[in-house]
């Protein structure tokens, strides 16, 4: 078949792709038209959108999404301005830059939030090992310390401090006179001080 006689043929076969805009009674002719359009045109679109994308599996998809837009647009194609096949070269070319793009996109996207998640992971507000591991020591011994106080005495300081409590409702909740709870917590407190120097 000479190349006139083919050219003839894809410009037939694109216009009763695109009749079915102005008559959509032409629905199933212009379906069995892209289907021979696709059987005489797809070896060679598939091999330019290899070229394009530089990847078999990425070129069948940019065939698809070039036939979905040569099905939308074939009623604007126009004979006289180019041959068939350098316009549906130019559709699968396009979609191919257009798939390119996207993945471009969708990896730069993958790559900020990657960038993001390992930005929240070190400056976020949840502590990291090190401060993890600094705080076990220090509660271990604080507990240590505790334990080397009064009964009574630990009592009232745990209860001031881990219980958020006042002095006046310690000593009403203990039945203690208010100077003693004072005088109890502030013993308290420097043994514990000087407890914890020994541990830093």
């Keep these: 078949m000479s190349s006139d006689s083919n050219d003839l043929r894809l410009i037939a ?5 695109g009749a079915r805009i102005h008559d959509p009674a032409r629905q199933r002719e212009s379906e069995a038209a892209l289907r021979e359009l696709y059987d005489l045109t797809s070896t060679k679109l598939y ?3 290899v070229r394009v994308v530089g990847n078999r599996e990425w070129a069948e998809d940019v065939l698809q999404e070039a036939f979905l837009t040569l099905w939308r647009s074939a009623a604007d194609y126009r004979a006289p301005l180019s041959p068939p096949m350098a316009w549906m070269g130019m559709v699968v070319r396009s979609r191919g830059l257009d798939f390119l793009r996207r993945r471009t996109s969708e990896r730069a996207d993958a790559g900020l939030e990657l960038d993001d998640a390992i930005t929240e992971t070190v400056a976020g507000d949840s502590p ?3 401060d993890t591991a600094q705080a076990s020591e220090q ?8 334990r080397k106080l009064e009964a009574r005495q630990r009592e009232v300081v745990s209860l001031a401090y881990l219980r958020d409590l006042s002095h006046s409702e310690l000593a009403e909740q203990l039945k203690l006179p208010l100077g003693t709870v004072k005088t109890w ?3 308290g407190l420097e043994q514990l001080r ?4 020994h541990y830093a």
């Design 185 to 187: 917590i502030r013993r």
């Design 47 to 49: 091999g330019l959108a």
């Design 194 to 197: 000087g407890c914890l120097g």
């Design 13 to 17: 076969l694109l216009d009763r792709i």
């Design 139 to 146: 509660a271990w011994a604080l507990h240590e310390c505790l």
């Design 128 to 130: 990291n090992p090190m």
